[in-house]
């Protein structure tokens, strides 16, 4: 097939053997897209063209070809998040628990961080991290869009927080930079930037960032590592190589609908499964031992000044636990972060300007939302609020109120005299 480099196709020849056609077939079709649901959030279900889930996670469906979610308010509100079906499979297979301790290791755009996030349900400690700054940025943006309210989000190499934090983790996922060989029907422009090389190089460095990861996990925890890539060099070798250098990780079996992988990794073929290419191996640690994360209060509390600016403005707030600069923070637990690039800890409740506490984008956006009075708006109020623009408002309404849309709170609205002057973020209109 002319399109496809003529070693990627010889290299899947030898992996699929007579398959190879049906695989093939698959790059004059269609990609797949899909789209999760946030549970935290939503009070029912998005007005979206959704008729089939996803059958590997339990708030994910496909999602038509014309539908335009992403557009939509009810998506900066957090409501659903975009996301390739088979890249909802590894964090499936991590399958995070309430009240435990995991790392992102490798985590912007935050897709993957974000499914963590929710299925952990406010509970326990989800940090994520991108070394990239600007893609931090995007990775903060979305774990605060989407609500999560129990995630540290840093920018850092991996070597620094293996260091830092050794065996600090119940659960690792690292989703490895890769030679992409799973976007070649998304985005096909990526397949004039491969080479067999590429590949070979990715793998070297797969090797290093999962040595780190290794490090984080404690004896009996686990660490899923994938990658949206098809060669047996970044995938099945890869995991084979990390395995001979640590022999206290074993492949473990995983099973879920639609995804069985007997051995403890699957390679996710578009002409197998509906998704995209995409690869993922669960590890076990042998032992068993506590995830221990070091704290020194390397963020200060907050002071009597702040908190008292915070009970007037709402007493029922969430309990602050810490400043992050000006900002008032609530993150039951939080490592030792000094000298780390800190992007987002916990719910970011508000900040202090002087002695007037002015309330965060995030806390309004959360999955715990202050009880404030609400103005609901249609969908079109709610794209010009998005736009930056001020809405009438009724008279009765004075001060700040939460604009929502289908019971989702939008950011932060303050009305005077019949108008809510907009309070959306600058940075984030559209």
């Known amino acids: 097939m002319e399109h496809l480099p003529q070693a990627f196709v010889e290299n899947m020849a030898r992996r699929l053997g007579d398959e190879l056609p049906a695989f093939l077939r698959t790059y004059e079709e269609p990609y797949w897209r899909g789209v999760r649901i946030n549970p935290l959030k939503s009070t029912e279900t998005p007005p979206l063209s959704l008729t089939e889930r996803v059958p590997w996670e339990p708030t994910g469906w496909y999602l038509p070809q014309e539908d335009t979610a992403g557009a939509r308010p009810l998506h900066e509100a957090g409501a659903y998040y975009l996301q390739e079906p088979s890249a909802m499979l590894p964090a499936a297979v991590l399958a995070p628990r309430p009240g435990e301790r995991v790392l992102d290791l490798c985590a912007a755009p935050g897709g993957k961080s974000t499914q963590l996030g929710l299925r952990m349900a406010g509970q326990g400690l989800l940090v994520c991290n991108e070394p990239v700054p600007k893609r931090a940025e995007v990775l903060a943006r979305n774990v605060e869009r989407m609500g999560v309210a129990n995630a540290l989000v840093v920018s850092a190499m991996p070597g620094l927080l293996a260091n830092r934090w050794p065996e600090g983790f119940d659960a690792v996922q690292v989703d490895a930079p890769c030679s992409g060989e799973g976007m070649f029907r998304r985005h096909p422009e990526t397949r004039q930037e491969w080479s067999p090389e590429a590949a070979k190089g990715c793998a070297r460095r797969q090797a290093d960032i999962l040595d780190c990861a290794a490090e984080m996990v404690r004896p009996g925890g686990r660490l899923v590592y994938s990658t949206c890539t098809l060669n047996q060099t970044e995938n099945e070798d890869t995991v084979e190589a990390f395995c001979r250098r640590h022999p206290d990780f074993t492949p473990e079996a995983f099973s879920l609908p639609g995804a069985d992988a007997p051995a403890g990794m699957l390679t996710c073929f578009p002409h197998r499964m509906r998704g995209e290419g995409h690869f993922v191996a669960l590890l076990r640690r042998q032992g068993d031992g506590v995830a221990a994360l070091p704290t020194d209060g390397s963020l200060p509390a907050p002071d009597k000044a702040a908190m008292k600016a915070l009970s007037e403005f709402e007493p029922d707030a969430p309990n602050p636990t810490a400043m992050l600069g000006n900002t008032l923070i609530s993150l039951p637990e939080c490592p030792e972060v000094r000298g780390l690039r800190v992007l987002r800890a916990g719910l970011h409740l508000g900040r202090m300007k002087g002695k007037v506490f002015q309330p965060d984008h995030a806390w ?67």
């Open 364 to 430: 309004a956006v959360s999955c715990c939302p202050p009880a404030f009075q609400r103005l609901p708006l249609t969908e079109n109020q709610a794209a010009r609020y998005h736009a930056g623009e001020t809405l009438p408002a009724p008279e009765a309404l004075k001060g700040y109120v939460l604009p929502i849309l289908n019971g989702l709170p939008l950011g932060w609205g303050k009305v005077s005299d019949g108008v809510m002057k907009n309070h959306y973020p600058k940075g984030l209109r559209r």
